[in-house]
């Protein structure tokens, strides 16, 4: 099986940044599809930002702040967020898509890791 380990949230104030971690464990030949999403209180889970090894999507609300990046090798992917704003507080919530074992064969679904709260306020 797989698991996703998030690292890097916390608290910080308007303006700050802050660095989101996620690493992916288990029998993983590769991985198609890394990303971010996050849930505010009372709100349904949003994308965030995802990349493929040919595509990267970011969220209107995240462009120009945000920045994902991927570590093939590794199974990793991070999200460096500048410029926050209160409203992006939210758990973060690390997902891996079309995972592949080392018998080529796909995992069936996606995986989630546990969420790492961030918080944006003065």
């Known amino acids: 099986q797989v698991q996703l380990v998030e690292s890097g949230g916390g608290l910080v104030q308007p303006g700050g940044s802050l660095r989101l971690s996620c690493a992916a464990s288990g029998s993983i030949f590769d991985i198609t599809e890394m990303g971010w999403y996050r849930q505010a209180p009372g709100k349904q889970r949003e994308l965030v930002?995802?990349?493929?090894?040919y595509?990267?999507?970011?969220a209107d609300s995240v462009k120009g702040r945000f920045t994902i990046s991927r570590d093939n090798t590794?199974?990793?992917?991070?999200?460096?967020?500048?410029?926050?704003k209160p409203e992006d507080t939210a758990v973060y919530?690390?997902?891996?898509d079309r995972v592949r074992d080392y018998s080529l064969h796909y995992y069936s679904g996606d995986y989630w890791?546990?969420?790492?709260?961030?918080t944006v306020s003065s």
């Open 55 to 58: 595509s990267t999507n970011y």
């Open 113 to 118: 890791g546990q969420g790492t709260q961030v």
């Open 93 to 96: 919530y690390c997902n891996a």
């Open 49 to 53: 930002a995802t990349q493929t090894s």
């Open 74 to 84: 590794k199974n990793t992917v991070n999200l460096q967020m500048n410029s926050l």
